[in-house]
Each structure stands twice: as C-alpha cells, then as structure tokens.
C-alpha cells in the first residue's frame, strides 16, 4: 500500500470520527450538571414513581436480567420512554439535552446468590439535569456581597456615626484591587476605609467607617457605599445605601393637675430641655385650656388674636448643650366638667435646620363643683323624766 492510499485512509477515519461525534450529545463539563442517585423498587401491583423537581420517573417494568423501562415526564407531558442497561457506560439525553440518565445497579438474577430473594427487584438510576445559566459557577470571575449597616437609626450632634461594612467573596478565585468609595453626603469622614482590598476565595473583609456631624447639618443623610472590580468578565459595580437621622432636639415636658374645683387654681409647670450639644434657638407656644383664665403666670401671655378667651404663652429663648428652661402658670376655670389641656409646641432652629415639636402628652383637668357649707350650731337638750310613782304595800299577819 502506497503513501497515498494510507493518507486517504487516515482521512476517512477523522471524517468519520467527526460526524460521529456531530451525532452523539456532546459530554458537558460536569460541573454543568445537578445529580441525583434514585432507586426504584417494582412491587407489584405498584409501579415505581419518583419526583425529581420538575421531572417524574416511571418505572414501567424489570425484566430482572439487568433492564429497566422507564418512562419520564415534565410537568405532566410526557417526554418519552428508554429501557437502561445494567452498567452501561453511556448516557441516555432527553428533553434536549437538559437531562440524562444511567443505570448503576438494576437486578439480574443471574449474578445473585444462589437464596436471594427475586420477588423485588429494583434498579439503581443515576438522574442529572443541567443546570441553569444562574447555576453554573463562572471561571475565573469574582462574585462580591456587600454589608453596609449603621449602628444606629438616629443621632446627637455630638456622637460619632459608624458605619460597619462587610466585603464577602462569593466567587471561586482570589479577588484583588477591589475598589472601595464612600460617599457621606455632606457629613465628614473621621476614619475611611482602604482603596485597594484584597480578598481570598470564599473570605470576608470587614472594616468600619467611622463619620462626624458638620457645623451646619441635615435633618437625614444618605450615606452611599460604591465598590468595583475588574475579572475576566470585565467591569463590575456593587452599591448600598444607609439612611440616618439627627435626633430632634428638644425634649418638652408639661404638667397640670388632674382635679379642682370651680374658681379655684389649677397650677401648670413647662419644662424644655436642648439634648443636643450646641446651642438651639428655641419659639415656645403653649396655649391655655378653653374657658379657662391666667391667675399667676412667671411669664406674660398674650390673648390669641380672631379667638375669644383663648390667651397662650409666647417665649423665644436660647437654651445650651443640656440646658433645661422651666415655666409656671396656674389658671382658673367656672365650667364644671373634664377639659383638655393642649400640648405645647415649640419650633427649634438648630444648626439652621428647622424642627417643630411638642410636648409628649396631653393632659386633662377635671373642675368639680365647689363645696358650700352653713356653721353648725351645737345645742345640748335635755329630756325630762317623769316621776315615777312609789307605791307600799304591806301585808297584815293576824297575831
């Protein structure tokens, strides 16, 4: 055979090979596939049924020389039948290449022992589907999960805002020269956190970023965290945001009696603390109960204008970090029943960002009925007795 005649031959051989291999599913990475090891059992009357997610295997028959008829379904429709040999070394593909089956270990009689029990026999199926495109772990791409959390919802001036963050690496390769950002929307940044951070396959990075108040602050900030990387898949952002807020900064608190009668005095205490740690510019309203009248005010009130015997206390003041302002008035009332006390109100600049509070709770005053009295005359009687009449009686004895 000449030169020629073995190049002809060796080239019908790759042709061949080729379009056999064109035919045959193609062996998938097996890391593409999800694998399930089920044993179906034949007792009779009853025809095996597994359920694997979506899919359903039917064992028809066992023939128990080492064959199994199964027939599978999709959600209700059948896809179609195949009888499985005992250790084959192939792959039976349905539903378009998305599952495959193989049978491991089905009953054949004639390798049992001589007393086995041929009654039941069962087969031995290896079941895979292939997973999705969300399933399939990338190659050689990073994958992050971001935590971004502030310690607390709401703030004093005076504390420091740390907010705690938690890189993890969810991919399968090392992740490095991972980019982190912080935006703090205004407030000012005490202790930052590393530009460059490098984390190991299936490893956390946690750090904190610790912020400040500014001199002229927002009533809310949105503290934003951006992180990036790059991997072999290109460009990749991640973002969170954290929302805080500055605490109001007064804390108003007003007391009155509970009970008192008709044109007697009805005494009422204001207390206004500033709990923050610079100066608040404080506008004090407080309004008198209806049909009530000012006998003793420490303060000068003033009539409400458009609104009949409706006077209210008017202060403006400034308080200092922790300073307390206290106020004092009694009042007086002819109209018998139980009347509301309204809530304070005072409007607050802080920092040049406004607030509008009250008081924590209202108050009722019930006005009774006073209690009239005459003076009471004592006088002594004396009860006059009768006489009592004495009579002798004397029994006479005959000598």
């Given at each position: 055979m000449n030169r020629k005649s073995h190049f002809y031959i060796i080239a019908v051989f790759l042709i061949a090979s080729y379009m056999i291999t064109g035919i045959m599913p193609a062996e998938a990475n097996e890391d593409d596939w999800s694998s399930l090891t089920v044993t179906l059992g034949n007792e009779n009357p009853i025809i095996s049924i597994v359920s694997v997610d979506e899919y359903t295997l039917e064992a028809l028959k066992f023939d128990s020389y080492g064959m199994v008829w199964?027939?599978?379904?999709k959600n209700g429709l059948t896809l179609g039948d195949t009888v499985l040999e005992n250790n084959s070394s192939s792959w039976c593909y349905m539903d378009n290449d998305n599952i495959r089956l193989k049978a491991c270990n089905v009953t054949n009689r004639e390798n049992l022992p001589m007393f086995s029990n041929l009654c039941s026999p069962e087969a031995e199926v290896v079941f895979e589907t292939k997973k999705s495109a969300e399933e399939k772990p990338a190659e050689d791409t990073v994958s992050l999960d971001l935590d971004f959390e502030a310690d607390k919802d709401e703030y004093l001036l005076g504390d420091e805002v740390t907010v705690d963050t938690e890189l993890r690496n969810?991919?399968?390769?090392?992740?490095?020269?991972?980019?982190?950002d912080a935006d703090p929307d205004g407030l000012l940044v005490y202790k930052g956190v590393p530009?460059?951070?490098?984390?190991?396959?299936?490893?956390?990075?946690?750090?904190e970023l610790q912020l400040r108040f500014p001199e002229k602050i927002k009533e809310s900030y949105n503290i934003t965290a951006n992180v990036s990387w790059e991997d072999n898949s290109g460009k990749h952002f991640l973002s969170k945001v954290v929302e805080i807020k500055v605490s109001e900064p007064l804390k108003i608190y007003k007391y009155t009696g509970s009970e008192v009668f008709t044109g007697t005095p009805a005494y009422v205490t204001l207390s206004v603390k500033n709990i923050q740690d610079r100066l608040v510019n404080v506008s004090l309203i407080d309004l008198l109960p209806a049909t009530f009248t000012v006998i003793n005010s420490s303060?000068?009130?003033?009539?409400?204008?458009?609104?009949?015997?409706?006077?209210?206390?008017?202060?403006?003041?400034?308080?200092?970090?922790?300073?307390?302002?206290?106020?004092?008035?009694?009042?007086?009332?002819e109209k018998l029943?139980?009347?509301?006390?309204?809530?304070?109100?005072?409007?607050?600049?802080?920092?040049g960002q406004l607030y509008s509070e009250c008081s924590d709770?209202?108050?009722?005053?019930?006005?009774?009925?006073?209690?009239s009295y005459k003076e009471y005359e004592r006088k002594?009687?004396?009860?006059?007795?009768?006489?009592?009449?004495?009579?002798?009686?004397?029994?006479?004895?005959?000598?």
């Open positions: 199964l027939r599978i379904s969810t991919g399968n390769v090392k992740a490095d020269k991972i980019k982190f530009e460059n951070i490098t984390i190991d396959k299936g490893s956390t990075k946690s750090f303060e000068p009130i003033a009539s409400v204008p458009g609104m009949n015997n409706s006077s209210y206390l008017r202060q403006d003041f400034v308080l200092a970090p922790e300073e307390m302002k206290t106020f004092s008035y009694s009042v007086k009332s029943g139980v009347h509301r006390v309204p809530q304070t109100h005072a409007y607050a600049d802080l920092c709770s209202e108050n009722t005053i019930k006005v009774c009925e006073n209690i002594t009687q004396v009860e006059k007795i009768p006489p009592v009449e004495t009579k002798l009686h004397v029994d006479l004895v005959p000598a």
